[in-house]
C-alpha cells in the first residue's frame, strides 16, 4: 500500500468531553500505528470548546485526512464531522447525522424500534419533569438510569430501591438534559464490532462488577473478554446480523461497536450503538478485528483507507 497518497493524517484527540482521557489513550495508539507504518501524522489534541479556535487548530495541522479518535462529546455527536465537512477535510467514520443519532439513544432507541429491532423497556425522562413524583409511581427494579448522550458508562446507575432512584436521576442529569431509564435485563454482556459494513466475531464480556460500568471497562483485571463469544452458531449469527441492521438503520459508516444484553432467554437486547469505539490494540474491536488476523496496525491503515477512498468518491480535494 502507498501510503503517501493519504497525505498529511491528523488524529483528532483528547477534546472536552468526559471521555477526554480515554480519547488521549485512543489517540496515541493510533498516531503510532500509523507512524509506525510510515504515514506522514500528526497527533491533534483539541482542547477547546469555540468553534472557530477548533478550526485554527485544525488549519495549522496542515492536515489532509482526519482520524477522528474524540469519544464522547465533539467526537461522536456529529460536531467535528461537521467541521471537517465545512473544511473539505476527509475523516474517517460517520457522517455527523448517524453520528448524532447514534450518540443520542433517545434517537437511536425509536430507530432500532422503527427496524424491529429489540431493545429493553425505557422511559426518557427530561429535567423539567417532577422527579419525587417518578419516584413514587415507579415500579420496575432493578432499573439502569444513564445519561441519554454520554458513553463509557459514565454518569450509569444500577437501582434496585426507590430511595437509590433518585440519587441515581440527579447524578445522570449532570452530564445533560435528558436521562434514560431502562429496565435492566439480566444476561450475558456481548458486543459486536463492524468494520467496513461487516460484522467481526461476537465478544462476550465477563465482569467481576455487577455491570459493566467505567471502572469495568478501564481498571486492569476487573473485567474478561472471551473472543469469540461461546455462543451457539445461531445465535452467534443472529447477533452478528442485529449488530449490522443497526448499524446500517443508523446510517453508520467504516465503523462502530454495538452493544447487546442476551437474556437468560436468548433474546438480544441492542444497548447501544458507539460509532468512535475505543481504539486501542488491546480495545474490543481492535480484538475482534485481531481474532481475523488483522494487526493494530492493519486495522489503523484499512479505516484510512476507507476514508480516502469514500472521499475522494465525493470530490473532496487532497492539498498535498
Known amino acids: 500500500m502507498d501510503v503517501e497518497q493519504f497525505g498529511r493524517i491528523g488524529v483528532l484527540m483528547g477534546g472536552y468531553s ?11 495508539a493510533i498516531y503510532e500505528a500509523l507512524a509506525q507504518e510510515g504515514c506522514r501524522v500528526v497527533a491533534v489534541d483539541l482542547i477547546d470548546q469555540e468553534r472557530d479556535k477548533i478550526k485554527n487548530t485544525l488549519c495549522e495541522a496542515k492536515m ?12 461522536e455527536d456529529g ?27 433517545e434517537i437511536s432507541q425509536k430507530i432500532f424500534k422503527k427496524n424491529q429491532l429489540n431493545v429493553p423497556d ?16 415507579w415500579k420496575i427494579f432493578p432499573v439502569v438510569v444513564k445519561p441519554t448522550c454520554e458513553g463509557s458508562s459514565i454518569g450509569v446507575s444500577l437501582v434496585e430501591t426507590k430511595q437509590a432512584l433518585l440519587l441515581a436521576m440527579q447524578a445522570a442529569f449532570k452530564y445533560g438534559d435528558k436521562i434514560l431509564l431502562e429496565k435492566y435485563i439480566k444476561g450475558r454482556e456481548l458486543t459486536v464490532g463492524i468494520l467496513d459494513d461487516c ?10 462488577r455487577t455491570f459493566f460500568d467505567y ?23 443472529e447477533i452478528q446480523t442485529a449488530a449490522l441492521k443497526a448499524h446500517r438503520a443508523l446510517g453508520c459508516e467504516d465503523l462502530s461497536r454495538v452493544d447487546f444484553i442476551l437474556s437468560e432467554e436468548n433474546v438480544a437486547y441492542i444497548l ?10 488491546t480495545s474490543l474491536l481492535p480484538k475482534a478485528a485481531k481474532q481475523l488476523g488483522m494487526t493494530f496496525n492493519q486495522l489503523c491503515l484499512k479505516l484510512v483507507q476507507l476514508a480516502y477512498g469514500k472521499k475522494t ?8
Open 272 to 281: 447501544e450503538v458507539n460509532n468512535i469505539p475505543g481504539f486501542t490494540a
Open 18 to 28: 468526559s471521555e477526554r482521557e480515554i480519547s488521549l489513550r485512543s489517540g496515541r
Open 79 to 105: 460536531e467535528i464531522q461537521k467541521i471537517l465537512e465545512e473544511m473539505d477535510i476527509a475523516y474517517v467514520g460517520s457522517d455527523p447525522q448517524a453520528s448524532r443519532f447514534s450518540f443520542d439513544k
Open 122 to 137: 425505557h422511559r426518557v425522562i427530561s429535567q423539567k419533569e417532577d422527579l419525587a413524583r417518578i419516584v413514587l409511581e
Open 215 to 237: 471502572t469495568a471497562k478501564y481498571e486492569k483485571g476487573e473485567t474478561q473478554y472471551l473472543i469469540p463469544a461461546p455462543l451457539d452458531e445461531k445465535i452467534a449469527i
Open 313 to 320: 468518491k465525493n470530490n473532496i480535494s487532497f492539498r498535498s
Open 199 to 208: 460484522a467481526l466475531p461476537v465478544i462476550e464480556i465477563c465482569v467481576k
Open 64 to 75: 489532509d485526512l482526519a482520524f477522528i479518535a474524540l469519544h464522547g462529546r465533539l467526537g
